[in-house]
């Protein structure tokens, strides 16, 4: 299971940290993603780790802004976001997926991912 928190209200240009605790098996064994759903839109990929911690991929909106880390004593994947956005309001999934497949086709994909967290709010105010 992932327990995602974090979220909260915070004006543009700050920063926050997302965390996503997995409960049951460790994150080593997984690919594990952020994704993001706003009011009225669809699902859309914002992050992923591998399995293996060595590559991470960003959707091209927050490229630069954010970044994806791990935390292995914890078993904790963390998204740090910097140079918030309006149009970064949403509530922010994290997701797990085997091992197979690590173009960023696959990674993006949501359908892809069998383990989701609860979601966390963001909302950044103008």
């Known amino acids: 299971q992932l327990q995602a928190s974090g979220g909260g209200l915070v004006e543009a240009g700050d920063s926050l940290r997302l965390s996503c605790v997995a409960s049951v098996s460790s994150i080593t064994r997984y690919n594990i993603a952020w994704f993001r759903q706003a009011p009225g839109k669809e699902r859309e990929f914002v992050t992923a780790i591998r399995q293996t911690g060595t590559t991470t991929y960003y959707a091209d909106s927050v490229k630069g802004r954010f970044t994806v880390t791990r935390d292995l004593a914890k078993n904790t994947i963390h998204l740090r976001m910097n140079s918030l956005k309006p149009e970064d309001t949403a509530v922010y999934y994290c997701?797990?997926?085997?091992?197979?497949?690590?173009?960023?086709?696959?990674?993006?994909?949501?359908?892809?991912?069998?383990?989701w967290g609860q979601g966390t709010l963001v909302t950044v105010s103008s």
């Open positions: 997701a797990a997926r085997s091992s197979w497949g690590v173009t960023m086709a696959i990674m993006a994909l949501p359908d892809n991912y069998i383990y």
